[in-house]
């Protein structure tokens, strides 16, 4: 089933990505020798040690000559445009900026809005349920679409198919 390779993909990326950034921004933070204190200090260090190379994976491995992520190889699926051509940058860009908006939405929200972090506030609150909001959708648009699209690939006109599949989708 397309749905469950699809999300499976995604945790084994996501997984992986953790296992090889954490380490790495773990031995920074123990370098430069202070940890962040108030809430954008960890926006920043978040946006540096994990998000910066996390867009650039999905970007490089969406527009690849195999359209595809490790989790995505794995699993036998990849990403390509509606015409089954390979994804050029600006289709792969706004896919991943759509992909992570929920997670940079939880970002953005749970820290560099934060003044006080033993408090919540109410822009806090919307931001996260927002983002809470915007993943439900694109499970649902999953779901209905037997794992073809979610909202990033409506958006950047692209689906997920079999990696051995070719031509149109019958959907």
């Not at 200090?41 to 040690?49: G, H, S, V, Y």
Request: charged share 15%; no cysteine.
């Amino acid at each position: 089933m397309l749905v469950l390779r699809r999300m499976a993909a995604y945790v084994l990326d996501i997984i992986g990505l953790f296992v090889l950034l954490a380490p790495p921004g773990q031995a920074i933070l123990w370098l430069v020798g202070t940890r962040p204190q108030s809430g954008p200090a960890i926006a920043q260090t978040i946006l540096w040690n994990f998000s910066l190379p996390v867009w650039i994976y999905f970007i490089v491995s969406d527009a690849s000559a195999t359209g595809a992520t490790i989790g995505k190889r794995l699993l036998g699926i990849k990403v390509s445009r509606m015409d089954s051509a390979r994804l050029n940058w600006p289709q792969a860009l706004l896919r991943t900026a759509m992909k992570l908006l929920p997670w940079e939405l939880v970002h953005v929200a749970a820290f560099a809005l934060s003044t006080d972090l033993t408090q919540v506030r109410r822009v806090q609150q919307v931001g996260l349920a927002l983002a809470n909001l915007l993943i439900i959708v694109y499970l649902l648009l999953v779901w209905f679409s037997r794992g073809q699209r979610s909202l990033h690939d409506y958006v950047a006109g692209t689906l997920v198919r079999l990696a051995h599949q070719s031509g149109r989708s019958r959907r």
